[in-house]
T-cell receptor
Framework: DGGITQSPKYLFRKEGQNVTLSCEQN?????MYWYRQDPGQGLRLIYY???????QKGDIAEGYSVSREKKESFPLTVTSAQKNPTAFYLC?????????????????FGSGTQLSVL | GESVGLHLPTLSVQEGDNSIINCAYS??????FIWYKQESGKGPQFIID?????DKRQGQRVTVLLNKTVKHLSLQIAATQPGDSAVYFC???????????FGGGTRLMVKP
């Protein structure tokens, strides 16, 4: 059963602690993304990766870090520098970068991780 | 700055009626638009997409209309059902590569 798996579903962070959110996909997608969603709001891009061993900052990258050592995995670390980490975090992936193929522009999302501060 | 936005934060409709969710975009360079449905506590699910060389596209019970003249996008849901209750997001693809800019979302509530 192909898809994107995020874990854990719920995560609690203590002050000063770094936490890592997992995202795994078996869709053989090249590109992966992390979005943050605050209550009643839209999605804001944190980081994205178009190819293994490469990633780019999105609109709100401060206080976050990522790695892309494998095509199927794109973990997000919420560092202690992120002072307001409570949010719903969504991972997504898409197939190819060729924008002439409209079907490859669709993002497929995981089920999300709710991060809260203790 | 360029942005995607929605006119109505909450839309309440009677079961069986048609729903129309609207979205305004401001970037004339946008050439691809997509609608997602998000149920509470879940990730967004793809509904339908449209490229800028089209003005209408139909799916199963859903239709997306694109008016480039006024930079307006709408999602029409026919015979709305309780299972359609969710937050609906429009998004546009304007940047190099494959990144979507999302609007703020509209909550659709279906009354039985």
């Amino acid at each position: 059963d192909g898809g994107i798996t995020q874990s854990p579903k719920y995560l609690f962070r203590k002050e000063g602690q770094n936490v890592t959110l997992s995202c795994e996909q078996n869709l053989n997608h090249d590109a992966m993304y992390w979005y943050r969603q605050d209550p009643g709001q839209g999605l804001r891009l944190i980081y994205y990766s178009q190819i293994v061993n490469d990633f780019q900052k999105g609109d709100i990258a401060e206080g976050y870090s990522v790695s892309r050592e494998k095509k199927e995995s794109f973990p997000l670390t919420v560092t202690s520098a992120q002072k307001n980490p409570t949010a719903f975090y969504l991972c997504a992936s898409s197939a190819l970068l060729d924008r002439t193929q409209a079907t490859n522009e669709k993002l497929f999302f995981g089920s999300g991780t709710q991060l809260s501060v203790l | 700055g360029e942005s995607v936005g929605l006119h109505l934060p909450t839309l309440s409709v009677q079961e069986g009626d048609n729903s129309i969710i609207n979205c305004a975009y401001s970037n004339s360079a946008s050439d691809y638009f997509i609608w997602y449905k998000q149920e509470s506590g879940k990730g967004p699910q793809f509904i339908i997409d449209i490229r800028s060389n089209m003005d209408k596209r139909q799916g199963q019970r859903v239709t997306v209309l694109l008016n480039k003249t006024v930079k307006h996008l709408s999602l029409q849901i026919a015979a709305t059902q309780p299972g359609d209750s969710a937050v609906y997001f429009c998004a546009e693809n304007t940047r190099a590569g494959n990144m979507l800019t999302f609007g703020g979302g509209t909550r659709l509530m279906v009354k039985p």
